[in-house]
């Protein structure tokens, strides 16, 4: 489907493309392959379309009259869904979205949205551009405040001596996904930088400052995600250091608990001898004696301790 931008948006077929009129079209890569020739794009463009790719290294192509980029798009508010990706073709006047792989129509209607909101009166093609970009990350900053709550919670957690055995999972878990969201808006400063370099000279030069107020939003957002990535690190520390302190309070009792009893063992063993001539061997009262000097050692052990403030 295409769209042109006169006085009004108006739906066009790909056989009625005026170059002189702003249009944004959106199609998948087997129609991409039925009208690249009309359109003047190269096969190998194409081809690129198919190529699947996880990474997010920028990957963008300036040919003579037109930029060739390819875009993985990932989903801040649900970084565990699958994987979107499409490839963009900026023409002189024109801006044509490829969708590659999309299973929940989420590429559309980023597209429909984006095309909701253009003024025809005000538009230009460098808006136009940047229009489709900041369709990408719109509500990314709800998103990553979200976050920001989330790790707050997680440090309460810790705070109240309340994590549980799954607690270092879902800090890793958590450091992943911030580290997949860094490389995708690594991925759009890419791309924004690139186009502001407008080395075919399809844009305008005069309006080539709205790819740098792009580039400086999506640079704002990566910047957040590496606050939230040190703050997961600082946690993860926090974590840590409760660990330790749990297992040091655990070999405090340990330890409290083996020297109560260690005199008994003394007493043990020095009653178990085998010599003759024992005076309590024979006395009336030395089962009840050894048995009072225990628990008054135990006793006194535990009254000392709990004086020093050990327990």
Known sequence: MFYQLDDDVVSVRADDLNDNILTLGFISVSEL??????????M??????KEKSNFFSSDIEVYD?????????INADMLNSDRRSFAIFIKKNLLLVVNVSDSGHANRDIFLKVLSKISCESITFEKLVCSFFEGLIAGDNKALENA???????????????ADRNFNMELLNMKKELLLLRGYYEQLIDISEALSENENEIFDKESLKTFHI?????VRLRENVDLLRDSVVHLWDAYQAYLDMRL?????????VTTIFFPMTVIVGWYGMNFD??????WRYGYVYVMLLSVFVVLGLYLWFKKKKWF
């Open 44 to 49: 190998q463009a194409v081809e690129r379309c």
């Open 33 to 42: 392959e039925n009208i690249y020739r009309q359109l003047d794009f190269s």
């Open 248 to 256: 040091n309070q655990t070999m405090k009792v340990f330890t409290l």
């Open 277 to 282: 001539f024992m005076p309590e061997l024979h």
């Open 148 to 162: 920001e709550l989330e790790i707050n919670a997680l440090e309460k957690t810790v705070l109240k001596n309340k």
């Open 65 to 73: 009259r037109y930029c060739f980029v390819k875009v993985n798009i």
């Open 214 to 218: 792009f580039k400086d939003k999506t």
